[in-house]
């Protein structure tokens, strides 16, 4: 199992930053490795989608629950059976003229071939996360 966790101040509003991780949709205009992601359903508070990565030829699509608890926390979770265990938790807090961001992102897959390459992607996948957002907070707060 892979598990990794990055905490930034990012000079946004917290509310500002919490709605662009929860705005799934968009993932793909600016995410890597984002393919689609669509929202399927929503709950008060719960929305229901279908995601789908890729790197190069590798692509996989998985239906995740999305928990929104505004504006403090974004948990995601997955029971595809791609998966042993997914989970992406975000966690937004004040700091000084911004937002103290922190993700943490645990993958593990079936697939043994697979988790050798998670492994190998996972850190530098969620640190490109964090900088796509914090660049995208920049360009709707400009």
């Known amino acids: 199992m892979t598990t990794y966790t990055e905490t930034r101040v990012v000079k946004a509003p ?7 991780i929860a705005d799934v949709e968009s993932y793909p205009d600016f995410l890597p490795m984002w393919v689609d ?8 508070g719960v929305y229901h989608t279908e995601q789908e990565v890729g790197l190069g030829p ?3 699509r998985f239906p995740t629950k999305t928990a929104l ?4 926390r974004i948990e995601v979770t997955s029971t595809d059976g791609l998966f042993r265990d ?3 938790m975000w966690d ?5 003229g911004g937002c103290r961001v922190t ?4 993958w593990q897959v079936q697939s043994p071939l697979l988790q050798k390459a998670i492994d190998m992607l996972l850190p530098e996948t ?4 964090v900088t796509a957002f914090e660049e995208r907070a920049r360009e709707v707060t400009d």
């Open 92 to 96: 937004f807090g004040e700091a000084g």
């Open 58 to 60: 590798i692509r996989e």
């Open 86 to 88: 997914f989970g992406i």
């Open 69 to 72: 608890s505004r504006p403090t």
């Open 103 to 106: 993700i943490s992102m645990t």
């Open 14 to 20: 917290r509310g500002k930053l919490f709605d662009l």
């Open 126 to 129: 969620a640190r490109s996360m």
């Open 37 to 44: 992601a669509r929202v399927e359903r929503r709950d008060e």
